[in-house]
C-alpha cells in the first residue's frame, strides 16, 4: 500500500480502488457514534461476535474505546456531529453483511487493507466505487451541493451527513478532487451554452 497524489491509497493490485482515508483515520476522526466495533449478534454467522477489532490493534493505539466499542451510539464522537448511518441489522435483512465480514464493509477494508485478498473484494471495491469513488453518488452529490452553495471544499456546514457518510467509507473530499470535477463541470455548462447560442 502506497499514497499518491491528495493523499490516495494505492494498492498496486486494484489500482481502481483508491480510499484516501486509511482504517485508522475513518476512526481516529471519529465514525459510526463510536459503535462500530461493539458486541454485536451476528444474523449471518447465528452467534455474538465482541473483540473483533483486536485483530487489528495496533492501528487502535491512542483511540479511545468510546471511538471504537461504545454500546451508544452519539452523533458528538463523530467528526462532523451528526446522526448518519443505519443499524447493522438492516444491513443483514438487504442481504449486504457476508459471513467472513459480519461488522460490514469497513471490517472488510481493514482486512483488504491489512494484505487480506478474497471471492468477494469485486463486490465491495463496486459497492465503494458506486458510493464514494470518482463517479460515486455521494461524492458528486456533496460537489454539486458545494458548487450550489457557492461554498468552498471543505466548508463543514455544507452537508455534513454526506460528508460523514463518506468517511465512513474511507474518503474524504480533498481540494483537487473538488476542482477537478467543478472544472468538469464549468465546461459542460459553457458547452451547452455555446450550443443555446446557435
Not at 471519529?30 to 451476528?42: R, V
Request: overall charge neutral; charged content about 35%; hydrophobic content about 30%.
Amino acid at each position: 500500500m502506497e499514497r499518491g497524489a491528495g493523499g490516495r491509497i494505492f494498492f498496486p493490485d486494484r489500482p481502481d480502488f483508491n480510499p484516501n482515508l486509511s482504517p485508522r483515520e475513518i476512526f481516529i476522526d471519529g465514525s459510526f457514534g463510536g459503535t462500530y466495533w461493539k458486541p454485536i449478534h451476528s444474523r449471518t454467522r447465528g452467534e455474538d461476535l465482541r473483540n473483533q477489532h483486536l485483530e487489528f490493534d495496533d492501528w487502535w493505539r491512542g483511540i479511545p474505546d468510546d471511538l471504537l466499542v461504545s454500546e451508544k451510539y452519539e452523533k458528538s464522537r463523530n467528526k462532523y456531529l451528526v446522526s448518519c448511518g443505519t443499524p447493522l441489522s438492516m444491513w443483514e435483512s438487504k442481504g449486504w453483511i457476508r459471513e467472513q465480514d459480519p461488522y460490514g464493509w469497513v471490517q472488510w477494508y481493514c482486512r483488504f487493507f491489512a494484505g487480506r485478498r478474497s471471492d468477494d473484494d469485486e463486490r465491495q471495491i463496486r459497492r465503494w466505487k458506486a458510493f464514494a469513488g470518482k463517479r460515486g453518488r455521494f461524492r458528486l452529490q456533496l460537489i454539486n451541493k458545494i458548487i450550489a452553495n457557492e461554498a468552498l471544499h471543505d466548508d463543514f456546514s455544507v452537508s455534513p451527513v454526506i460528508r460523514q457518510s463518506l468517511q465512513h467509507w474511507g474518503y474524504r473530499l480533498t481540494v483537487s478532487d473538488f476542482e477537478e470535477e467543478s472544472l468538469k463541470k464549468w465546461k459542460e455548462d459553457l458547452s451547452w451554452e455555446k450550443e443555446e447560442t446557435f
